[in-house]
C-alpha cells in the first residue's frame, strides 16, 4: 500500500507583500469608513424624517382647528356620519393627504373619523393633554395602527376649549421615504468607496515600486543585516539626503573622522568643518579614490549617488598603507644610496689599483685619507649639529641619495638641535618629506643645492629647507598644502599631494605652522616651527653628574 502524500492545509492570513498588504488594509478601511458614514447618515434621517411628520400632522391638525365653522357645527349638531363636522374633516383630510382627521368633543367622543361606523364611540388614546389646551406631537399605536400624530385644542370664538382636533399621518410613508432614500445613499457610499479603492490601488503601487514589491519580513530582514554589515564592516559609510545632510555614519566612519551621533541632520561642513574631507563627502570634489586627511589619518574617499537624490560615501584609512609607502620610498632612497656609495666605492678602488701597480704609493695613501676624511667630516657635522640619532641618519642618508642625483645637500651652519625630542618620528616625516620635495625641485638643474637648517629656540624647533629651485608661485603657496594637489605624476603604490598636508598638520598639532617662501637667491624656503617639540633640559646636576664621569679608553671606542 503506497503511502498517500498529506493534505496542504489551507492557511489564512494577511498576504505578505507590502503592496497586497497595505491594498488590503486601506481597501478595508474605506469600506469601514464608508459603512460608517452611512449609518451616521441615516440614523439622523430617521429621526428627521419622524420629527417631519409629526409638524406636519400638527399643522394640519392647528389649521383644522382654526376653522371656526367646526367649532359651531361641534356645538350645534350632533356626532352623524353624514353631519357636517363629518364632512369638512373629509374635505380637510383629502386636500392634505392625511391618514385620518378625528374631531372629539370634551368628553373624547369622536365627530369625524375614516371609517364612519366609529363615529360616536370614544377614541382609543387620552385626548387629556389636548383638551387641557396643550398642543402634542407624538408616534403612537392607534385604531388605524402606527402613525406621526398631532394634537391640538379646539376653541369656540369666546377661546373655550370645546373639543380637539387629532390628525394622524401613516408611518409607513415615514418608513417609505427612509427607505426610499437608502439606495442614493448607498450609490454615494459606492461611489466614495470605489474613489477610495482606486486611491488606495494607486497609493499601494507606489509603496510597491518604493519597497520592490517586497514581504514585510524581507524589509526587516534588510534593516537588520543593513545595520550588521554598516557596523560590523572595516570601511567608513556616510549616508547623505537629498539636502546634502548627514542621515546615517556607522561606526567606522565615526572612528576615522572622529566624529558621533551628533552629526547626523547636519551638513559635512557644519560637522567636520571646511577642508577637503567637507569638500569629497559633499560632492564638490568628484572622481574616484580621492585622497584627504583627517587628523593625522589619511583617508582613500568614494562617493557614489543614489536614486532619490543623496549619496553614499566610503571611506577607508590609508594611514598605515601610506606610512608603508613612504618607508618605500626610504627603503628605495637608501637602496640608491647604497647603489651610489657600491659605485663610488668601486672607482676609488679602481683608483687605488692603478695608483699601487704605478708604485705611487705615497699618491695612494693621500688618496684614501682624503676619501675617508671627507665622508668622516660630512658625518661628524651632522652628528655634531644634530644630537637625535634618527634625524641625523636620516640627514646622512639624504645627502648620499642627493650626491647620487647630482645635487649637494648641507646642513646649515646655525643648525644646533638637541638631543630633546618629543616626537622624533615626527620630525623626521617632516624633514623627510620637504627634502625629498626640495631634491625633486632641483633636479635636473645647473648648481642644484639643497639647504637643511635645523635649531632649537627654547623649547621650539624650527625647520628651514631651502632650494635652488623654480620655486613656488605666490598664488600656489597656499594650494600646495591642500589634500590631492600636486604637479607630479603619482607613483603606483600611492598616491601624490599627501606629503605637504601631512606636514602642516603634524606642525598644528604641535601648535605651530608651516609655510612656503621664496629663498635667498632663489628658489623655494619652507619653514615648520613646532613650539613644545622639545622636553626642558635636565637639572644641571645631572648634567654634571654626566660630563664627570670618565672617559672610556681609546681602545674602548
Known sequence: MSPTAPARRLRLGLPRRVFSQILLMQVAIAAGVAVLATGLFLAPLGEQLDDQAMRRALAIAQTTAQQPQIAEDLRATEPTPGGPVQREAERIRRATGAEYIVILDRRGVRWSHTAPERIGGLVSTDPGEALAGREVMEIDEGTLGRSARGKVPLRDADGEVIGAVSVGIAYDSVRARLIHAIPGLLAYAGGALAVGALAAWLISRRVQRQTRDLAFSDIAALLAEREAMLHGIREGVVALDRDGRVRLLNDEAQRLLGIGEEAVGRSPDEALGAGRTADVLAGRVTGTDLLTVRGHRVLVANRMPTDDGGAVATLRDRTELDQLGRELDSTRGLIDALRAQDHEHANRMHTLLGLLELEMYED???????VVGDHRATSEQVTERIRDPLLAALLVGKATVAAERGAVLRLSDRSRLPDRLVDPR????????????????????????????????????VLVVRDTGPGVPPEQRELIFTEG????????????GIGLPLVRRLAHRHGGDARVGEAPGGGAEFTVVLPEALTEPGPPAALAGASSRPAEPEEAR
Open 485 to 496: 594637489w600636486s604637479t607630479k605624476e603619482p607613483p603606483g603604490h600611492r598616491g601624490r
Open 364 to 370: 695612494a695613501v693621500e688618496f684614501v685619507g682624503e
Open 426 to 461: 615626527g620630525l623626521v616625516t617632516v624633514v623627510g618629506n620637504l627634502v625629498d620635495n626640495a631634491l625633486d625641485a632641483v633636479a635636473g638643474t645647473p648648481d642644484a643645492r639643497v639647504e637643511v637648517e635645523l635649531r632649537a629656540e627654547g623649547r621650539t624647533a
